[in-house]
């Protein structure tokens, strides 16, 4: 394995055509959605006032939504004061409906997909590397963040039955794959491809996989897709056997001090997916000399002080990693195509999704949940937003 694999192909500097009227484009339209209009409202129905399509916009009709964490803590108001009424959703799958007049690379009945942002800078050096997640002056989240080239307006997401991109932070969704568990592809999928990718695992390469939730499982598959030997390392007996079913090589208690002494010097590459503190060392100390633990959970509390003389004593080094680029992105739904990967869902009808929040909450999903928005209500005639 060699640390550093060079990025994909970049996202170009555009060149942008003069701006099309709205009229030579055709008018807005109201989209049905479930959203959040406080940090203890639950989802509740509203109806999403998208714009026309400009000239290098893409109007998407929404098949199918990804329910994520983040979700649940940015609906509740649990990272900070959110402007309101707020609809989630950043792992997008839906069927191309118009375009702009400066898009050639979409059509109308075209499937795509729709990730964590809509738009960046597209100047800096990570944009221009086609690292647009590490945007230097900031990338557009899909929902709840201020998008500059629309007037500052609010974005919203993909628990809705129609919205409008910038054609450059739109992918292609491979055909031969189920639309429906391709949508956590769109984050829990290339957050954890990424650094699989980055440290360019090969063929018979030892991954650790920390955690079995819903990046866990995905990182399992796509480590196993890669043809490296999984380990997955959980503190529950109950998932030995789930990991195995996923394609897991060997799990690992990790409150079994036994079990994580033989482990020693084993493994190369460790993701560790868990969003909650817990101690890195034991896991340091499972890593051969030159690996290395990318950390993709995100706990609300400190962690546990890292030992350095863990790192030291092997050159192992300590990272983190966020989704990935547009070309990576798109790099993942094309490596999953050829190797049959897709997300494990369970999908859910619009009128669950408070009681899915709940379930997510509890830990109650293998492994993703799925919003199917044809169960969405029908738009009304004024929006919420």
């Given amino acids: 394995m060699t640390p550093g694999r060079p990025v994909p192909p970049p996202l170009a500097r555009p060149v942008l055509p003069a701006a099309t009227p709205a009229s030579a484009q055709g008018a807005g339209l109201m989209a049905a959605a479930y959203g959040a209009v406080s940090e203890d409202s639950g989802l509740v129905p509203l109806t999403l006032a998208r714009r026309a399509p400009k000239a290098d916009d893409v109007e998407i009709a929404v098949e ?42 979409f059509a109308p009945g075209d499937r795509v997909g729709v990730g964590c942002m809509v738009d960046s800078c597209r100047e800096c050096d990570s944009c221009l590397d086609g690292l647009e997640q590490y945007c230097e002056n900031g990338l557009t989240g899909t929902y709840g963040a201020k998008d500059p080239r629309n007037g500052d307006a609010i974005t919203q997401g ?5 919205m409008v991109v910038d054609r450059r932070y739109v992918v292609r969704v491979p055909a031969n794959l189920d639309p429906a568990a391709v949508a956590p592809l769109l984050c829990a999928g290339v957050t954890t491809f990424s650094p699989l990718r980055h440290f360019d695992v090969e063929p018979g390469d030892v991954v650790g996989v920390v955690g079995l939730g819903g990046l866990g499982h995905m990182a399992v598959k796509l480590a196993k897709a890669m043809g490296a030997v999984v380990k997955v390392f959980t503190t529950s007996e109950g998932k030995v056997p789930a990991a195995l079913e996923l394609g897991a090589d060997e799990v690992i208690l ?70 990935g680029g547009i070309a990576e992105t798109q790099e993942m739904l094309d490596f999953c195509a050829e190797h049959g990967v897709v997300a494990d869902i369970e999908l859910v009808r619009a009128d669950q999704l408070n009681e899915a929040y709940d379930r997510m909450v509890a830990g109650d999903v293998k492994y993703r949940f799925v919003l199917d928005t044809s169960t969405l209500q029908a738009p009304a005639e004024e929006a919420d937003a």
């Fill in 64 to 105: 199918f939504c990804g329910l994520c964490h983040s979700d649940v803590h940015a609906t509740r108001g649990e990272w900070g004061n959110q402007k309101y009424p707020l609809v989630p959703g950043h792992e997008i799958v839906g069927t191309v409906s118009r375009v702009g007049s400066a898009v050639d690379e």
């Fill in 158 to 162: 993909g628990y809705s039955s129609a």
């Fill in 254 to 323: 990790s409150r079994d001090e036994d079990a994580m002494a033989a482990a020693n010097r084993s493994i190369d590459l460790i993701i560790d997916t868990v969003a909650a503190p817990h101690d890195l060392n034991p896991f340091f100390r499972t890593l051969r000399v030159d690996g290395a633990l990318f950390q993709l959970g995100l706990p609300s509390e400190a962690m546990p002080p890292v030992n350095p003389g863990a790192l030291i004593r092997r050159r192992i080094a300590y990272a983190g990693s966020l989704i």
